[in-house]
């Protein structure tokens, strides 16, 4: 695996106190490239993904129609198998990426849907949880057209749990990128010390003045008050606080812990409270992934292509090394550092 280490001069030179860094704008994934998935077993999930398709411009050719009754946590590989080969076959060579509108199933078995849904499932990861991940081909790959280039077609699923909170989530997607304002990425070091793993690879403090983004750090457990977030990276099993920050328009906030992926689970707090706090998207694993940075969003990777313009499907996934038990979530377009039209 080719080392990290290697692209925090590349940060360590934009994110400077007043950088004018240049950076060029790369190209985000388009509406006629992604494919909305829709449950007809749910009404919430046929309000939602009509809702988002009109929204965001999908051509009605590229949206799928599958039936998941009763909403099950978990589904088995066989029947993944067959719900992935079900959407697949209605999908076209321009395809770059699936939007599953639901909230469960997140889980086929130890692996997350998304995980096994574009890397392909894998069953030695559930005989030992803790063991290291597969490494994923797209991790801080260059790549605009995942499909084209690799043969993976990213995906994410959209949380229907409220109909009325989740129009607010493709709102805050949509109307992301049409002026850069001043933010903030907010990163860290928590008193959990094993879930600070990823914490050496936290952007240094200062400033990219081409994107107004300013990148702080802060040795503590909470962050309170705080109004101009567009990244939140943390370590902790709960985050406090949350009603109290105001996050931007396409923000991206994720906490490493165990079993945020878990969306309906009660034990960790779930990564949906990301998106009700008002993020645009985000991350949790689905099975017990022990601290390796490389099953969690690297910091340093995620900043790096969220400013050069990629949406927040491709800068997520960019950013996980080992992604089979990490379950992205949220508005896959939303892309807030995009190249605007002259």
């Not at 009509?50 to 965001?56: F, I, L, N, S, V």
């Not at 088995?76 to 959407?87: A, D, P, T």
């Not at 084209?148 to 992301?176: F, H």
């Amino acid at each position: 695996m080719r080392s990290i280490r290697r692209f925090l001069p590349f940060l360590m030179l934009a994110v400077s106190a007043g950088a004018h860094a240049q950076f060029t704008s790369a190209p985000s994934l388009q509406p006629a490239q992604l494919a909305v998935v829709i449950n007809d077993a749910e009404p919430n999930s046929v309000k939602i993904g009509e809702y988002y398709r009109k929204r965001r411009g999908i051509p009605e050719a590229n949206v799928v129609h599958v039936s998941i009754p009763d909403k099950p946590h978990e589904i088995s590989f066989e029947r993944f198998q067959e719900l992935r080969e079900e959407i697949d076959s209605h999908l076209g060579p321009d395809i770059q990426a699936v939007l599953m509108v639901w909230t469960a199933p997140y889980r086929v078995e130890c692996n997350s849907i998304t995980g096994a849904y574009t890397l392909g499932f894998d069953p030695s990861q559930c005989a030992k949880t803790c063991a290291s991940g597969r490494s994923s081909p797209y991790f801080n790959s260059s790549s605009t057209r995942p499909y084209t280039d690799l043969k993976l077609r990213l995906s994410m699923l959209l949380p229907t749990e409220s109909v009325s909170e989740a129009r607010a989530l493709i709102d805050r997607g949509a109307s992301a990128g049409f002026r850069v304002v001043p933010a903030t990425a907010y990163y860290l070091v928590t008193s959990e010390k094993a879930r600070n793993s990823r914490a050496g690879f936290f952007p240094p403090p200062g400033r990219i003045e081409s994107r107004k983004l300013s990148t702080k750090t802060i040795q503590g457990d909470v962050l309170e008050g705080a109004k101009d977030v567009m990244i939140y990276e943390t370590g902790m099993a709960q985050v406090d606080k949350l009603n109290t920050l105001h996050f931007l328009p396409g923000a991206l906030a994720d906490h490493l812990t165990s079993l945020g992926g878990d969306l309906l689970g009660e034990g960790q707090m779930s990564s949906l409270r990301w998106l009700e706090a008002g993020a645009t998207a985000s991350y949790g694993s689905v099975s017990e992934p022990c601290n390796y940075w490389q099953k969690f969003p690297n910091p340093t990777v995620l900043l790096k292509h969220y400013v050069q313009g990629n949406s927040a499907i491709e800068a997520y996934w960019k950013s996980v090394a080992w992604p089979t038990q990490g379950l992205f979530i949220g508005e896959p377009l939303a892309a807030p550092y995009r190249k605007r039209p002259r």
